[in-house]
């Protein structure tokens, strides 16, 4: 009803009215919004000196009345309300509409609904707490926030700053940062963040709200701290040298709280009974280190102190050191992997419930009685490329979402034509159709390092818009003639058609072909039913194919590659499944040439695409913009280099490029990795725009060394593809002077679609990080580091802090802080035999190297790119996730005990952890089994075996809210 929502934005405020009228308008949930203020029988005229509050639940229970009537009295109408003097009013007055609170309501009409009822008196137990508080007098914790009247107007004079509070998760108490936003970061002439030290500068704000700070004086501010702490890997490179004092400030007001649910840990027994008298109060602690401890009341505080629980904040008072929440649902048992899954989920506010019989029921059918064909009249309006082109793909092992296929052939004038075929997933998903609706709400699939969540249902992304092997597929085509000797584009058709591909490689046997290893063919299974003759005449045809591609790629790298393209370094694990979908392998990804040429041919599709939209749509078209970095971001990677003796070049992205390529040490081929690595952290992050919203000379992409960029080569994962499918095929209308059918979105919608699929983009980067973090540490957590071989690897330093380095393992891709001082105060010392122990002594920091010298004159120094050998043990953690914790056990390289081994114990490790993962998750789930058959009182929070996460997270269908941190993608 309109005035219900009305009386949410006056309570509430603009934010959760703007999510209750997101829920409205989402199609899956059928609701209509009832304007019943112009509805002549409903509107009621508010009276002189009449609350609003009383006005607006006059005019819904008039509402309510009349709906009822209008209903010929046949349909009974609920009133849900907590206001106790209204249930009392109206309880009673009129036959058929029920007056009630939302207790009465579930006791009434959902009795079984346990999890809503225990959710329910969490919320009312929470609000009688707050209550109660807010009558007993307490000294003041923080000051009062500002009036939003002040803060806005402080804004605008320039006293007060605007920015996103971001918490730094190393020193969650200490240090977090405010990012300017909007106006401020124009005029506030900082080059810099305003670093907020201390939680009580914070005032009650929470990693991820809209604050506004006020600066304090210039003999306050402080410098952030240059020490390895706890849980320390990667910070972003900061322009400030360790004691340098940068803009520091204090929270004096929040505009926006961007809360959402978080994942907790009871406290263990021990800590409940020293948390004292009042026992139902708990203070539970949130798996991200940014959020403060969360003050929650319940009697299940033992019987979940095994568990991960997910809370919501409700209300941070200034009476209150901590914030005040309710308890909302248990996840998992701490350590179980499906709970630990889940518990990343939630944190990256991911939901991946099954699709519903609505979307469902929109799907086309492929079945053995009844297969899908090609329609006549699609046959009749697409170009059909069949019988005219040797289509194929390249993807990884055991891909099913088959986005992209290739083509290269001789045209009969010579020259030669290069086609990328995309599938064409909007000829099955309508526009505002169920499906799209929720495609747009996930915006991404999500993989994980041993799962994956699709953003289309399988029958899209797994068979009919998965461009498979020997079967007929609808595409869209970007086709271009290439003079025959130079590759120079001489036209370009784009349009929709009708393809076959021939043959779905892997990128491993791609490489071979190419390489001239044709016996790799006995596992195409392509080629297997072949008689020879036929079988070599294909085989030539698709090696021809392999290499003319490779060529055309080269070239179109090599134009690139002049205008200032970037070859960046990422450490990426990947986690390969069996048939089973057990884990086969982990390990981290090895490039090939054959990467970079359908990585080439994307990247020349998505330029095309962009242009073309572009034109034809020049204020609503979907680009992706890559902004040049902050120069002082470079200043760690300026300085590693100079340590080895290059000068890296940091002015515009072709010096950059020509810098990193000559930064190359023949002796070394890590430090070129690990120099590319640092200016990738460097980076801003590329994301979607809308033409519309940013100047031309904005769109540019930094990272390509392109003017026009966008994604349109995976519509199957990525719903900004989507949008470009459908605004070619408008551009491809306008062309033809057909009429446009799809209604596209404004300028303002897009930008506001843009932002939420950069935020689902950012959340399935960390994701994906934190599942193969999770997987490493279970791999190392059950050995012994003091005796395991495996445990001992060879590591490069890649920086320094005042009390240990970051290091580096390329064995694994694990990158790790290593102590050169431990808590007690004591320094490493490296021993003649190159073992290292803990003695009294001190540390002095250089820019590129530090010395480690004990109390008795002895001395170790580590350099920048240092080889070192490093122990791997994991720290295990209640209430977080578990790390890896590296440890320096000597100061020369890690020499393998048997180097002709080498090679196959490397082998041999990536079988090893496949199977001791597996059986490390079988064992605990087979515990966890007998623990519930013993504890029966508990059973209800135990997961059991075989369950998928699918059926699990059905359950919790109501995930809440927004961002993490940043990361770098092309």
Not at 704 to 722: G, M, Q, V
Request: net charge negative; hydrophobic share 35%.
């Amino acid at each position: 009803m309109q005035t219900a929502c009305q009386a949410v934005q006056h309570q509430r405020g603009r934010r959760q009215y703007n999510k209750l009228r997101n829920l409205l308008k989402d199609a899956r949930h059928d609701c209509v919004l009832f304007a019943n203020e112009f509805q002549q029988h409903c509107y009621l005229p508010r009276e002189k000196g009449e609350a609003m509050e009383k006005w607006q639940t006059r005019s819904i229970y008039n509402s309510a009345v009349w709906y009822y009537h209008h209903c010929g009295d046949r349909m009974p109408i609920v009133m849900v309300t907590e206001d106790e003097e209204a249930i009392q009013q109206y309880g009673s007055e009129t036959e058929g509409v029920f007056v009630i609170s939302f207790k009465n309501y579930l006791d009434n009409f959902w009795p079984d609904l346990k999890a809503a009822h225990e959710l329910c008196d969490s919320i009312l137990q929470s609000r009688r707490e707050r209550e109660s508080e807010s009558q007993e007098t307490h000294g003041k914790e923080y000051p009062e926030h500002l009036p939003l009247e002040v803060l806005e107007a402080g804004i605008k004079s320039g006293r007060y700053i605007q920015g996103i509070l971001n918490v730094n998760k190393h020193r969650a108490q200490i240090e977090a940062f405010v990012r300017l936003q909007g106006a401020s970061s124009k005029d506030s002439g900082l080059l810099s963040d305003i670093l907020i030290h201390g939680t009580k500068a914070r005032n009650r704000s929470i990693h991820g709200d809209v604050v506004v700070v006020e600066l304090l004086p210039k003999n306050e501010w402080k410098g952030r701290t240059a020490a390895l702490c706890e849980n320390d890997s990667e910070d972003k490179a900061s322009g400030e040298s360790p004691s340098e004092p940068m803009p520091t400030g204090r929270v004096v007001g929040i505009l926006q709280k961007n809360w959402r649910d978080y994942v907790v840990t009871f406290p263990s027994k021990e800590e409940v009974q020293y948390q004292g008298k009042n026992a139902q109060k708990i203070l539970v602690t949130p798996w991200d280190y940014r959020i403060p401890k969360i003050r929650i009341s319940t009697q299940q505080a033992e019987a979940l102190q095994d568990f991960r629980v997910v809370v919501r904040i409700d209300s941070w008072e200034t009476t209150s050191v901590y914030p005040n929440g309710h308890f909302v649902r248990v996840l998992g048992r701490i350590g179980d992997l499906e709970g630990e899954i889940a518990t990343i989920l939630v944190e990256n506010s991911i939901s991946v419930v099954p699709f519903s019989e609505a979307q469902m029921c929109e799907m086309p059918v492929n079945t053995p009685e009844n297969p899908w064909k090609v329609s006549p009249k699609e046959e009749r309006e697409r170009k059909d490329l069949r019988n005219t082109h040797l289509v194929f793909s390249i993807d990884p092992k055991g891909c099913e979402d088959v986005d992209d296929t290739l083509s290269v052939r001789t045209l009969s004038n010579g020259n030669l034509e290069l086609g990328v075929h995309i599938a064409d997933v909007t000829h099955f998903v309508a526009p505002n159709s169920y499906t799209d609706v929720e495609a747009r709400t996930r915006a991404t699939t999500y993989y994980l390092a041993d799962r994956r969540y699709d953003m289309l249902p399988s029958i899209l992304s797994a068979d009919l818009c998965s461009l498979l092997g020997g079967v007929d597929r609808y595409a869209v085509s970007v086709l271009w003639e290439l003079d025959k000797t130079s590759y120079e584009i001489k036209k370009v058709w784009y349009g929709r058609t009708i393809i076959r591909s021939a043959y779905k490689l892997f990128y491993e046997a791609a490489q071979e072909l190419l390489d001239g290893n044709f016996s790799v063919a006995d596992d195409i299974p392509e080629f297997k039913a072949l008689e020879e003759q036929s079988r070599q005449a294909k085989l030539e045809e698709l090696v021809w194919a392999i290499g003319k591609l490779t060529d055309i790629a080269r070239h179109i790298r090599a134009k690139r590659d002049s205008c200032g393209a970037l070859e960046l370094e990422g450490v990426e694990v990947r986690v390969q499944l069996d048939d089973k979908k057990n884990i086969h392998d982990l390990i981290p990804k090895q490039p090939l040439e054959v990467h970079e040429t359908v990585a080439e041919c994307m990247i020349l599709a998505n330029h095309w695409v962009a242009k073309k939209i572009w034109e034809s749509f020049p204020h609503q078209a979907l680009l992706r913009q890559h902004p040049p970095p902050h120069q002082e971001f470079f200043s760690e990677l300026r300085e590693c280099a100079k340590a080895k003796g290059f000068f890296i070049d940091t002015r515009s992205n072709k010096t950059l490029a020509d810098s990193l390529d000559s930064a190359n040490d023949p002796s070394d081929p890590m430090v070129n990795r690990l120099l590319r690595s640092m200016a990738t952290q460097a980076m801003s992050n590329a994301l979607y725009f809308s033409t519309g919203s940013c100047a031309e000379e904005e769109f540019h992409h930094y990272g390509l060394a392109l003017d026009k960029y966008t994604h349109f080569t995976s519509p199957i994962r990525r719903y900004s593809d989507i949008v470009v499918h459908r605004l070619l095929m408008g551009a491809i209308s306008k062309d033809k002077k057909m009429e446009i059918k799809d209604n596209f979105f404004s300028n303002k919608d897009l930008e506001e679609l843009c932002r939420h699929i950069n935020n689902r983009n950012r959340a399935a980067q960390h994701a994906q990080k934190q599942s193969t973090e999770l997987f490493q540490c279970m791999y190392f957590k059950d050995r012994d580091p003091e005796t395991e071989e495996r445990c001992i690897a060879d590591g490069v330093i890649y920086s320094i802090r005042t009390n240990g380095v970051l290091v580096f393992i390329p064995r694994f891709g694990i990158k790790g802080a290593a102590y050169l001082k431990n808590k007690d105060g004591l320094v490493i010392s490296c021993g003649p035999e190159s073992s290292s122990e803990w003695k009294p002594g001190s540390l002095q920091r250089c820019q590129n190297k530090i010395t480690s010298t004990t109390a008795g004159g002895q001395s170790v120094t580590f350099h920048l790119f240092d080889h070192v050998t490093v122990r791997i043990s994991v720290q295990a953690l209640r209430c977080h996730s578990d790390t890896i914790r590296l440890e320096i056990i000597s100061n020369k390289p890690y020499m393998t005990p048997n180097p002709e081994l080498c090679q196959q114990n490397s082998l041999l490790l990536k079988s090893e952890l496949v199977k001791e993962v597996t059986r490390s998750v079988e064992e605990a789930q087979l515990a966890q089994e007998v623990k519930g058959r013993a504890l029966q009182e508990y059973q209800e929070y135990c997961q059991t075996k075989g369950r998928s996460l699918y059926t699990l997270l059905e359950e919790i269908r109501d995930l809440a809210l927004l961002d993490v941190s940043d990361s770098y993608a092309m």
